[in-house]
């Protein structure tokens, strides 16, 4: 069964530390988090092309969204994010402080 996975500064972390581990019951030892985290930093959408550092943009595009897509985000898509935060399939809720956020 799958689960759901808050997008998150600490997204990597929360995959060594929790999802692997907890959902996956694989254990990661030093040397697999050294090539997760050197993976990590790399830009996914321009594998087989030169490699470029991942640089987030989540910030800007929220920033960037016309009050018409934030309207239609709120409408469309609030519900099914929120009635997501309390299945039983979310592992880590997502309280809108990702820096408070408790693990499980």
Known sequence: LGMAVNYSPHLVDRFLDTIFPKHFHTPVDNAGRDRVMKIS??????RGRHAEEFKP???EKE????GKIKDAATDFLQPSFDKLQK????????DGDDDNDEEE
């Open 41 to 46: 930093g790399t830009y996914s959408k321009n």
């Open 87 to 94: 299945s039983d399939h979310n592992i880590i809720p997502f």
């Open 57 to 59: 943009d989540s910030e």
């Open 63 to 66: 920033r960037n969204a016309s």
